[in-house]
């Protein structure tokens, strides 16, 4: 696993230009091992490369799953290179980690995907919801504590090889924040949007024993909160891993490409 | 052309279920010059059906024009049926008309398509702004009068074939309905979304002179009255016809699919 060393620690990466950060990612000098915080007020993206054979099935997939698989933008074979949301980002290098996967299975992370990428890999960038914490905090909605990232009973709309469960984040907020959070989200209906669901983990069938992120059981939740859902976009990349798809390089866990588009924009430009 | 004819003039279309009014027009019995007003408070669907080589292109052009060409639904090769939002709708025959393309080129409209259906067809579902009428009229904003169609100077982001201009609906309405009518097609992100443009059609060279509805150049504004424009999901069509597919099948002039979908449901289900 990652550590932070060397002097990041001094470098406000809230505060950086996508363009920076891309620029600190390509030469390995980001290590920490989330990118929440970081370009804050920028929107992140999850990133999915897999061959072409397959990708007109998984684009399908997101569109019929479009709550959990917002996609920013497609990246056609042949091409590594962003050039609508991240302009002249390298999708091999620009982001801190890449997680590469044969036959479904991971084989490795990297922080450098370039002599694994194939010209055949068509790239999905899908936003993700941390791209409102800032907007969320400024409405005084803790985003640090009390997120879990959990498998639920809701299966998604299939297409092709892709099928499986759909992902959420679970915040514990007060009532007061999960009123805030409910409506402010909407605002973002390009990551994720509203919630999925409010109250009881049991009704959407939520792994609390087994959260995707971390090794232990999601603990008792603290009197006086209420558990929110909203969709992950770790879904996408659960659903083709599960398709044991043949070949795929994805972002690290929790490290996401920061893309130039502003969190506040409500709509696509 | 097609005119009111028999005894329909007594039906109330706009109460109809959509399932009701499907039914209708698979026993060619509507024979409108258009579905606006029909099924009041869903959501109305423009339909582009054409060969799988170039549905994956079509569909990132869609996603990279989101405004114009928001995909409700992706119906694949081999199927006629929707199954999310028009559950069980025959696309061949429950819409009231088609038009038939070759290479680009229109040869005929035709009140069910079951004779030109190809098994290599991809369909697209892709949601209209006439969606909205309901809710801008409950909120005082007139939808009937001025009301235009047109191409601008604006071009789409291209995918493979597809490129060419922005086709977008001009409202004229009063200041107050303006800002009534931006605040609340907002709220509708999957079918256009808030304006593209207020003001001075020639900053986006909109062609008043050749709408792309009727025959007539558009006649001078009346005064105290705001352009507003709106991406139109003649966007797509016009495209593919640009491109000069080799065949297609999409939805008559200004007669749509009527969903399922409630057109107050913000978000995708």
Not at 106 to 121: F, I, K, M, T
Not at 155 to 176: I, N, S, Y
Not at 240 to 246: C, D, H, R, T
Request: aromatic residues 6%.
């Amino acid at each position: 696993m990652q550590q932070t060393v060397g002097t990041d620690a001094e470098i406000d990466f809230g505060r950086m230009t996508p363009r920076e950060f891309r620029e600190l990612a390509r030469a390995g000098g980001y290590r920490r091992m989330t990118t929440r915080n970081v370009c804050l007020g920028h929107v992140q993206c999850a990133m999915v490369a897999l061959p072409e054979r397959l990708a007109f099935d998984f684009m399908i997939f997101c569109q019929r799953n479009q709550r959990p698989c917002p996609v920013l933008e497609v990246i056609e074979a042949g091409s590594h290179t962003s050039r609508r949301i991240a302009a002249g980002a390298d999708l091999r290098t620009d982001l801190p980690l890449f997680s590469v996967f044969r036959d479904g299975k991971l084989v490795g992370h990297v922080p450098d995907a370039r002599e694994h990428w194939r010209s055949d890999l068509v790239t999905f960038l899908i936003g993700s919801n941390t791209s409102c914490d800032q907007a969320l905090n400024r409405a005084g909605v803790q985003t640090e504590k009390h997120r879990y990232v959990l498998r639920t009973g809701i299966q998604t709309d299939a297409a092709g090889p892709f099928r499986g469960p759909l992902v959420v984040t679970m915040r514990w907020l007060t009532p007061k924040e999960a009123v805030i959070a409910t409506q402010l989200t909407g605002r973002f209906p390009f990551n994720h949007g509203a919630p999925i669901h409010i109250g009881d983990p049991a009704a959407i069938g939520a792994d609390l024993a087994h959260p995707m992120t971390g090794n232990d059981p999601v603990p008792p939740m603290p009197d006086g909160l209420v558990p929110v859902f909203w969709a992950c976009s770790m879904t996408p990349q659960a659903i083709a891993q599960a398709a044991g798809v043949e070949f795929m390089i994805t972002s690290g866990p929790s490290l996401g490409l920061i893309s130039d588009l502003r969190s506040d924009q409500v709509c696509m430009p």
